[in-house]
T-cell receptor
Framework: EAQVTQNPRYLITVTGKKLTVTCSQN?????MSWYRQDPGLGLRQIYY???????DKGDVPEGYKVSRKEKRNFPLILESPSPNQTSLYFC?????????????FGPGTRLTVL | QQQVKQSPQSLIVQKGGISIINCAYE??????FPWYQQFPGKGPALLIA?????SEKKEGRFTISFNKSAKQFSLHIMDSQPGDSATYFC???????????FGKGTKLSVIP
C-alpha cells in the first residue's frame, strides 16, 4: 500500500530533551516536506526536501532540523524542544514539485513539550 | 504575511444544503490551487484542484470556482452530507515552487 508513515504518533517530552520524528514514504517520491498544524493557524511548512541531500527552509524553520540521506526517509529533529513546539506535525511527499501534483500526507504526530 | 486568506473559520450546514468556502490570494505568481480535506485524526488528503486557465472544475458534488481577476477561488459542496464533515484547507503554489501555502482551514459540520 502506498503510504507515508510517521513515528511516533504521540509523544510527550520535556523541555530540552532532543527528539526525532521519523517519516518514511514507499512511493519513490522526490519531494518531501514537514508541516505543523496549530488551531487557527492552519498548516505551516517547516522544511522541505527536493531530493536526497537537498533541503530548504519553509515558513517556520526555527528550532527544527532535517536530513535527507535516503530518498524514502525525511526525519524531523528537535535538538532542544520548547513548549511552543507543542503541535500536530505532518510529513508529506509528492512525486514532483507541488504544482505538478498531489501531496500525500502522513497520519500525523502529536507532540507535547512540557 | 498570510498569502492565502480562507473564510469562514467554521460552517454549519443542513444535510442536503450547499456548503461554500472562500479563499483569496495575493501572489499573482500562484497558478495551482488545490483543496485538501482532513478528517479528525487523519492527515489532509487532496480533494480537488484547479489551474487558472479554467473558471470552474467539478468532481461529483465538489466544485471549484475560480475568479482570476479578483484573485479568489471557492469550494462548493452540493447536497452536503454528514460524511462531508471535516476541515477543508485551500492552498496555492506557483510554477517551479516547492512550497504549498495553505489557508487557515474551515471546519465544516453537516447536521442531519
Amino acid at each position: 500500500e502506498a503510504q507515508v508513515t510517521q513515528n511516533p504518533r504521540y509523544l510527550i517530552t520535556v523541555t530540552g530533551k532532543k527528539l526525532t520524528v521519523t517519516c518514511s514514504q514507499n512511493m519513490n517520491h522526490e519531494y518531501m516536506s514537514w508541516y505543523r498544524q496549530d488551531p487557527g493557524l492552519g498548516l505551516r511548512q517547516i522544511y522541505y526536501s527536493m531530493n536526497v541531500e537537498v533541503t530548504d527552509k519553509g515558513d517556520v524553520p526555527e528550532g527544527y532540523k532535517v536530513s535527507r540521506k535516503e530518498k524514502r526517509n525525511f526525519p524531523l529533529i528537535l535538538e532542544s524542544p520548547s513548549p511552543n513546539q507543542t503541535s500536530l506535525y505532518f510529513c508529506a511527499s509528492s512525486l514532483r514539485r507541488v504544482a505538478g501534483g498531489e501531496q500525500f500526507f502522513g497520519p500525523g504526530t502529536r507532540l507535547t513539550v512540557l | 504575511q498570510q498569502q492565502v486568506k480562507q473564510s469562514p473559520q467554521s460552517l454549519i450546514v443542513q444535510k442536503g444544503g450547499i456548503s461554500i468556502i472562500n479563499c483569496a490570494y495575493e501572489n499573482t505568481a500562484f497558478d495551482y490551487f488545490p483543496w485538501y480535506q482532513q478528517f479528525p485524526g487523519k492527515g489532509p488528503a487532496l480533494l480537488i484542484a484547479i489551474r487558472p486557465d479554467v473558471s470552474e472544475k467539478k468532481e461529483g458534488r465538489f466544485t471549484i470556482s475560480f475568479n482570476k481577476s479578483a484573485k479568489q477561488f471557492s469550494l462548493h459542496i452540493m447536497d452536503s452530507q454528514p460524511g462531508d464533515s471535516a476541515t477543508y484547507f485551500c492552498a496555492a503554489t506557483g510554477a517551479g515552487s516547492y512550497q504549498l501555502t495553505f489557508g487557515k482551514g474551515t471546519k465544516l459540520s453537516v447536521i442531519p
